[in-house]
């Protein structure tokens, strides 16, 4: 079965840093695109990012929102994908959700999420 | 950036009733959408992808049409294992752009 499984969150105080996990099984990891989506309390759903794999030269996307601030990295020896969130603001506050993106009838969708990881950014 | 509009952002349905939600992309998007269902306190769920390509293990009530710029989400017979919430997502260009919203809930 593929789990997502995300941790690394908790409460962080504006202009800090912080560092997002999520272990990946039950599938062929190096295979797969991942991206990063979010939910702030109560609101809709907001792609934050991607992370291509090594036969894209793990090149990546961003959200304009949060574009120069986080970067996705991922470990594919290890399963593993990451999100380094810098420079926090209030409105990132959320949860935040590991997605795997899988490639069918032209297009790419996201066929497994984890279970979420919530981001508290607050003085 | 590709602007998503989905409507209504609410709908109160009985069970067994026919549901349609409707998404609008601000440009032309090809086919490049799929459908997500969440429910309070859980990840999203793909119902559909491509647009009117069923995920496996979604029930067959669930259907996709449209393309360009205008797209629909069918629940034929809803059941009440599908009041939640649902989300489309275009996935043509950067930043990929989820639509707003609809919250179906029971009359």
């Known amino acids: 079965d593929v789990h997502l499984v995300e941790s690394g969150g908790g409460v962080v105080q504006p202009g800090g840093s912080l560092r997002l996990s999520c272990a990946a099984s039950?599938?062929?990891?190096?295979?797969?695109?991942m991206d990063w989506v979010r939910q702030a309390p109560g609101k809709g759903l907001e792609w934050v990012g991607r992370?291509?794999?090594?036969?894209?030269?793990?090149?990546?996307?961003?959200a304009a929102s949060v574009k120069a601030r986080f970067t996705i990295s991922r470990d594919d020896s290890k399963n593993s994908l990451f999100l380094q969130m810098n420079s926090l603001r209030t409105e990132d506050t959320a949860v935040y959700y590991c997605?795997?993106?899988?490639f069918g009838s032209g297009t790419y969708f996201f066929d497994y999420w984890g279970q979420g990881t919530l981001v508290t950014v607050s003085s | 950036a590709i602007q998503m509009t989905q409507s209504p952002s609410s709908l109160s349905a009985s069970v067994g009733d026919r549901v349609t939600i409707t998404c609008r992309a601000s440009?032309?998007?090809?086919?490049?959408l799929g459908w997500y269902q969440q429910k309070p306190g859980q990840a999203p769920k793909l119902l559909i992808f491509?647009?009117?390509n069923l995920q496996s293990g979604v029930p067959l009530r669930f259907s996709g049409s449209g393309s360009v710029t205008d797209f629909t989400l069918t629940i034929n017979g809803l059941q009440p294992d599908d009041f939640a919430t649902y989300y489309c997502?275009?996935?043509?260009?950067?930043?990929?752009?989820f639509g707003g919203g609809t919250k179906v809930e029971s009359k």
């Open positions: 491509a647009t009117s």
């Open positions: 997605t795997r993106a899988s």
């Open positions: 997502l275009q996935d043509l260009m950067y930043p990929l752009t």
């Open positions: 992370i291509r794999k090594e036969a894209n030269s793990y090149t990546t996307e961003y």
């Open positions: 440009q032309g998007i090809g086919n490049d």
């Open positions: 039950g599938f062929n990891f190096g295979d797969h695109y």
